[in-house]
């Protein structure tokens, strides 16, 4: 199910493009997108209050299983950019979807999504719908 665009559900986070970020040609190296991407769902996650620590404690973990990042725009060191995270679907699996914008101009650089389904911790089995915990944290009754 998607869901309206509601605030719940959605977060931003401002940051710096450190040095380390930074590639032999001077923009931020591909793969850093992704520790982006996880920088803005932790924050989500834990504003549902359903963080990783809550997450193992609710007996299930959530690994990725399909991820994607677009680049429009390379992101350069010391930029100040706003990475948005949005949940878009809850049901069936977790689907948070991402767009970073450059702080000053408000120009989308990237977008991306990354698809988590829950995993019970003690079986290692995958379930097919999300479970009653994550419905719970988010206020959703179906």
Not at 50 to 70: L, N
Not at 108 to 120: F, H, P, S, W
Request: hydrophobic content about 40%.
């Amino acid at each position: 199910m998607n869901l309206p665009d509601d605030p719940r559900f959605a977060t931003r986070i401002v940051h710096n493009i450190p040095f380390h970020d930074i590639d032999p040609m001077g923009v931020v190296w591909h793969g850093n997108y992704f520790r982006y991407f996880e920088i803005a769902r932790e924050a989500l996650l834990n504003q549902i209050d359903y963080g990783y620590r809550e997450m193992q404690a609710s007996g299930y973990v959530w690994p990725i299983v399909d991820t994607r990042v677009k680049y429009i725009a390379p992101l350069e060191f010391e930029q100040r950019i706003h990475i948005c995270a949005s949940i878009e679907e809850y049901e069936n699996r977790l689907r948070i979807g991402y767009q970073i914008y450059d702080a000053a101009s408000g120009k989308r650089m990237t977008t991306g999504y990354t698809i988590q389904v829950a995993v019970k911790a003690s079986t290692k089995e995958m379930n097919f719908v999300s479970p009653a915990v994550l419905l719970e944290k988010m206020g959703i009754t179906l």
